[in-house]
């Protein structure tokens, strides 16, 4: 079994930042995971916000390119996304996910942009 927990979510005011984390535990050999931030907000469909795979290639959505930044601790088996220059549309609950063979999410974060 697999946990991924997120955390750093909260109220910020548009054209702040934010940086959230995410843990893994249980069993995961978490260097050979592909890891990556997804986010939903009401009434849309989850969607890609960044990347990062296992040696080290990330990618981004176009509406977060140059302003977040998806890094991983493969000692800590964890990963972050600093977020800046929050936008009131980046509001969204944010979702950890582990990919090798299998998917794996967490439970979810919740990021509110707004004056």
């Known amino acids: 079994q697999v946990q991924l927990v997120e955390s750093g979510g909260g109220l910020v005011q548009p054209g702040g930042s934010l940086s959230l984390s995410c843990a893994a535990s249980g069993s995961i050999f978490f260097k050979i995971y592909t890891m990556g931030w997804y986010r939903q907000a009401p009434g849309k469909q989850r969607e890609l916000v960044a990347t990062i795979t296992s040696g080290g290639s990330t990618n981004y959505a176009d509406s977060v390119k140059g302003r977040f930044t998806i890094s991983r601790d493969n000692a800590k088996n964890t990963i972050y996304l600093q977020m800046n220059s929050l936008k009131p549309e980046d509001t969204a609950v944010y979702y950890c996910?582990?990919?090798?063979?299998?998917?794996?999410w967490g439970q979810g974060t919740q990021v509110t942009v707004s004056s």
């Open positions: 996910n582990a990919r090798y063979s299998v998917n794996y």
